[in-house]
């Protein structure tokens, strides 16, 4: 028997989820036909964007796609259709007349995206949500480094990080040596500066066990902590806070939070407050029996005390695999094969510049595992090989990977 599987979204959730719909499909024997849907010709290390070198971060779909069976079609999805079992696909050149790709089972891992504040020159401020912005930033500093030295902008050498979450500590602290390079290459001289502006009153102060260790590489890294302040408008030459106060600043990164991708909102359900969508056990979309939801677009139960699930690609991985194999056991008739989610176990392994890193576990980040070199070694091991597909298109490896497991945590270094 063959079905028709489409996975929309090639990020950790999608990438494994459409892995492990192969794995489970040649165990069974079954020919359906899987599909990923996803803008571009490579899976990006998303949690890299903050990094200084990008070239790491592209994996081709064909690399690992290829080899175990699985389509990809280079498309955005444009709108998913529940009641015809079928997503349409944003049309190629614009104008042109839609393309729609027919499901038996959807398997819905379009994640998430920055979610801009609502104050003027938000729009066109600097990221590192995507690689595209990654890109748009350092193609920001090398501009930044070409201009002629003593053009005396302020601000020239000053970077605003707004939000000081995970991804607003890991950019804030690298953006100093960064801006440092930039300003050495412009032959200028005097201080770089970096300020993270955030409504918490202490830095790290949702980050349980690792406050103190991210006070102290902020300090080290040079980074300034603008605390119990919002932000009231961006433009070009820098930041307002709330408060009235001027941040001159070239260099203006957003790491605002995330909402999950809008494709959510098309399954006629009632979404969470990030926009995530309610799913069973198994990863099936409340009350969509046709549709699973991994990754940042979903909010899953965790484990038994009811956590939800973080958008996390720590999550997001397992989850995909576990989405993958249920919806082939779904089709296949063998629900009683399917596995239920459970992630009992989460850490936070936090990169903090020159400084090192900080590995926490627990829900409450409560329990310092490792900090400095040792956790940034962990992180270098996350970073550059744990989340990576196995490499050279070996298919056996890449199915073995595709096992729908949740892997347990990384050493504590
Ligand atoms: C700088 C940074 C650092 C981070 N650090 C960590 C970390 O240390 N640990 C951690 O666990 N998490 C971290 N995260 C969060 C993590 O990256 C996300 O939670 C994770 O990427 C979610 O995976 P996903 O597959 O659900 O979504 P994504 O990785 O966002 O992938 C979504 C996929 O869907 C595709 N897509 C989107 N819309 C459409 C559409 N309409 N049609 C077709 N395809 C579509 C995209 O192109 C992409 O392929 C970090 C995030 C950032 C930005």
């Known amino acids: 028997m063959a079905g028709r599987i489409v996975v929309v979204g090639g ?45 790491p971060l592209r994996v081709p779909y064909d690399d690992v796609l290829g080899p175990i ?22 049309p190629d050149p614009v104008g042109a007349t839609p393309v729609a790709l027919g499901y038996d089972r959807l398997i819905l891992a379009a994640g998430s995206a920055l979610r801009r504040p609502d104050v003027p020159g938000a729009d066109s401020a600097l990221d590192v949500d995507t690689l595209a912005g990654a890109q748009r930033l ?46 050495d290459h412009a032959g200028d001289a005097g201080p770089v500066g970096t300020t993270l502006v955030d409504p918490a009153a202490q830095a790290g102060q949702a980050m349980g066990a690792a406050g103190p260790a991210i006070r102290q590489a902020l300090v080290a890294a040079g980074v300034a902590y603008r605390g119990g302040a919002g932000v009231a408008a961006i433009d070009a030459a820098g930041v307002t806070l709330s408060d009235g106060t001027r941040l001159p600043a070239l260099t203006v990164v957003l790491a605002t939070g995330l909402r999950a991708s809008p494709l959510a909102g098309m399954l006629g359900v009632p979404l969470d407050p990030l926009g995530r969508l309610p799913v069973d056990a198994f990863l099936r979309v409340e009350g969509v029996p046709e ?25 997001a991985r397992p989850m995909g695999r576990i989405a993958g194999h249920n919806a082939v056991c779904d089709l296949a008739g063998c629900r009683q094969d399917s596995l239920p989610f459970a992630a009992p176990d989460y850490v936070t392994v936090l990169d903090l510049g020159p400084w090192g890193a900080a ?50 945590p990384p050493a504590p270094g």
């Open 69 to 90: 069976g699985v389509a990809h079609v280079d498309a955005t999805v444009a709108a998913v259709d529940p009641a015809g079992c079928r997503v349409v696909l944003q």
């Open 291 to 315: 549709v699973f939801a991994a990754g940042d677009v979903a909010a899953a139960r965790a484990d038994a005390a009811g956590h939800a699930t973080v958008m996390s690609c720590q999550h």
């Open 359 to 408: 590995y926490t576990a627990g829900w409450d980040r409560e329990h310092l595992v490792s900090v400095g070199a040792a956790a940034k070694a962990v992180k270098r091991t996350i970073n550059g090989s744990r989340i990576y597909p196995p490499p050279g298109g070996d298919r056996a490896a890449i199915l073995a990977a595709a096992a729908p497991v949740v892997q347990a």
């Open 138 to 183: 350092a193609a920001h500093l090398e501009r930044l480094a070409r201009a002629a030295a003593g053009s005396r902008h302020a601000g020239r050498w000053e970077a605003v990080v707004v939000g000081g979450g995970l991804v607003g500590l890991e950019i804030a602290c690298e953006l100093p040596a960064r801006l440092a390079r930039a300003r």
């Open 11 to 55: 990020g950790f959730a999608g990438l494994w989820a459409a892995a492990a719909a192969a794995r489970t499909r040649d165990a069974l024997g079954r020919d359906d036909v899987i599909t990923l849907v996803a803008p571009g010709r490579s899976h990006i290390v998303r949690v890299r964007c903050y990094e200084a070198d990008l070239a």
